[in-house]
């Protein structure tokens, strides 16, 4: 069973960073997508950043874009987010996606495009 886990949520203050990781385990990542998704208390859950099955292509919300970072490394099974100069509404629990298997270089933005799903990690960004 393919099972993303997610790590490196927390507690940082209005203008930190903070690196989230997902790890899928015993799978190679050739033919997995990744996405990142966050649902903030009492809102919808919403697409955050998504990567292509090669790195070709990526896609970040409006409201992330030119703070946060997606990247896929391979060889580690492993999709960081980076996350800068964080606000508090990017207060949220933050889950990886993976869609698989595939075998184009599309981007999926759409939570029902993706197949399995981490549990989440907290990310909280206070003073």
């Known amino acids: 069973q393919l099972q993303p886990v997610e790590s490196g949520g927390g507690l940082v203050q209005p203008g930190g960073s903070l690196r989230l990781s997902c790890v899928i385990s015993?799978?190679?990542?050739?033919?997995?997508?990744i996405g990142w998704f966050r649902q903030a208390p009492g809102k919808k859950r919403e697409g955050v950043s998504h990567?292509?099955?090669?790195?070709?292509?990526?896609a970040y919300g409006d409201s992330v874009k030119g703070r946060f970072t997606i990247s896929r490394h391979d060889a580690e099974h492993t999709v960081y987010l980076q996350m800068n100069n964080l606000k508090p509404e990017d207060t949220g629990v933050y889950y990886c996606?993976?869609?698989?298997?595939?075998?184009?270089?599309?981007?999926?933005?759409?939570?029902?495009?993706?197949?399995?799903w981490g549990q989440g990690t907290q990310v909280t960004v206070s003073s």
């Open positions: 015993g799978f190679s990542l050739d033919h997995i997508v």
């Open positions: 996606a993976a869609r698989w298997p595939e075998y184009s270089d599309n981007l999926y933005s759409r939570e029902d495009e993706y197949h399995y």
């Open positions: 990567i292509s099955r090669t790195s070709s292509k990526s």
